[in-house]
Every structure is written in C-alpha cells, then in structure tokens.
C-alpha cells in the first residue's frame, strides 16, 4: 500500500482493478489546507491517461506486476507465443499488448514480459537486436543528392534509415528504444 507522498513518476499502482502508471507529477502546497498531488496516470492495459488529484494521506494500492524472461517463439493470428525457458509453459500474448515491439520481434529472441495477476500486459525487448538486411537499394557512388542515408527492410519486415555502404544480407545491431541504427555486426 502506497501512502500519495510516495507518488512519483513511473510509479505502477492499481486502480479499479487495472494497473496504471504515474505519467507525469506535480506537488501543489496551497496556502490553506492540505497538500495536492496531481498526477497523469496511464492505464497499462487500454493506454488510456486521465488525471486525478491525491490529498496528503490518501492511500493508494500497489499494482501486482511479475516481469519474466521468456523467449519468443512464433505469431499465429491470434497472438504471439512466448515460452518461459525454466518451465517450458507458452504464453499467448494478445498483438494490442506487444505494441510497438512487433517491429524487431524476431523469433527465438529473449524478452522480458510484463504479468500483472498472472496475466501477460506487455513485452520489452532488450536495448539491441541483430537483424538481417533482405533489401537494400543500391547505392551510387557520388551521390550526395539524397542525404547521407538510405532506407533498408530487414528481416521482420521493419524499414529503417542506414549509412549508404550498406547492403543486402548485412547484418545490423539496432537499438530497440530509438529503433535506430547501431553498427554493422561483422560476420
């Protein structure tokens, strides 16, 4: 149980039922009465964010979230099939609740997966990941028109912007945060 001076950013807590995150927060000190908490929260589950005002003693319940390591294993049409590597049970995990991650999922890959009373809510991937360029534009010697970068499809199907001397069956390292990329991955 969080008491609201415990409230900071990234705090997970649980609301109605559902867990949410603190987004933003503010402490307001007016000059009679209580202290104000105001807070932006996010529901973890929907997405949905709306603001609420906590006062001085308000008491707040904490969300029960388990992260574990499970590796990736294929995408049918319902959702993505994880399997804890300790135990070998498979967890589906609904599309909507990947998120942006499906980008530079790639199979056999170890994330970690959000739980939240034994239900999975979200997957992160690690900071990097090594993905195969299948189509490169070839690039013109000479040609500065264009910018210093080109577009790239690697492996999941994911198009990002590269330095020019790359080529089809490269090997990247991206950051999964900024899907960016890192380096070229030598062979």
Not at 10 to 39: N, R, T
Not at 46 to 55: E, L, V
């Amino acid at each position: 149980m969080y008491e609201a001076c415990d409230l900071r950013k990234g705090l997970k807590v649980e609301i109605d039922g559902d867990p949410h995150v603190v987004v933003e927060f503010e402490f307001v000190k007016p000059g009679k009465g209580q202290a104000l908490y105001k807070c932006k929260l996010k529901n973890m589950i929907t997405g949905a964010q709306f603001d609420h005002t906590y006062r001085s003693g308000d008491k707040i319940n904490e969300a029960n979230l388990e992260e574990r390591k499970m590796e990736y294993l294929y995408c049918d049409g319902d959702g993505y099939c994880f399997m804890d590597s300790s135990n070998y049970e498979q967890v589906f995990v609904p599309e909507q609740q990947v998120g942006d991650a499906v980008d530079l999922l790639k199979e056999n890959t170890v994330c970690d997966v959000l739980f939240f009373d034994d239900r999975p809510i979200g997957v992160s991937l690690p900071n990097f990941v090594e993905l195969k360029v299948v189509e490169a534009d070839p690039w013109v010697k000479g040609d500065t028109a264009s910018g210093s970068s080109k577009p790239v499809t690697v492996e999941t199907g994911y198009v990002l912007q590269v330095p020019p001397f790359i080529e089809a069956g490269d090997v990247l390292k991206i950051d999964t945060r900024t899907k960016s990329y890192v380096e070229r991955v030598k062979q």
